[in-house]
């Protein structure tokens, strides 16, 4: 499935390329559950990780975007993110070219935008599985849920009920 050109090399772009290797499969969908406003920071820092003469791997990416995700919560991530791209990219400007080995910059770019935001390093417990569970906003009932998704709906002109399940 072609998606359109490269904007910088105006090749073709093609989906079925891009998810061929299991972890470029898997970096895009961890991109597209982030939605817009953490994915396009994330992007930009992993960019910063690139060599100079070489790619970045797929592997690599999404072991850092991982990585980065683990570092603080949501809103705080996306401040220090953009303020870390901001300030490497001057620094590049200026003609420090070196890429990124590790998280440190941004932890430290975390820690003066958000202290409270670094997540404690979880305990080790080899038995058990570490997970870690991300909520947004507060919790809703299923009817509020409905409610405001039925509001959402009207306000975009469409019938709501035509999406109703019948039981």
Not at 17 to 22: G, P, V
Not at 79 to 95: C, F, N
Not at 131 to 144: D, H, Y
Request: proline share 7%; hydrophobic share 35%.
């Amino acid at each position: 499935m072609k998606l359109g050109r490269c904007p910088v090399c105006h090749s073709h772009l093609h989906l079925d390329a891009l998810i061929q290797d299991d972890a470029g499969s898997e970096l895009l969908g961890v991109l597209a559950g982030l939605g817009r406003p953490l994915a396009r920071p994330l992007v930009q820092y992993l960019a910063l990780f690139r060599p100079a003469k070489s790619d970045l791997s797929n592997a690599r990416a999404l072991k850092l975007a991982k990585e980065t995700l683990d570092i603080a919560d949501r809103d705080s991530l996306i401040a220090a993110l953009q303020d870390t791209v901001r300030s490497i990219q001057e620094k590049r400007q200026k003609g420090q070219v070196q890429p990124l080995k590790n998280h440190n910059y941004l932890k430290q770019v975390l820690a003066s935008v958000a202290p409270e935001a670094r997540r404690p390093a979880p305990e080790a417990d080899n038995n058990r599985p570490t997970v870690t569970e991300k909520k947004q906003g507060m919790e809703e009932s299923p009817e509020e849920a409905q409610r405001k998704w039925e509001a959402h709906m009207r306000k975009l002109g469409v019938d709501p009920n035509q999406y109703k399940v019948k039981k």
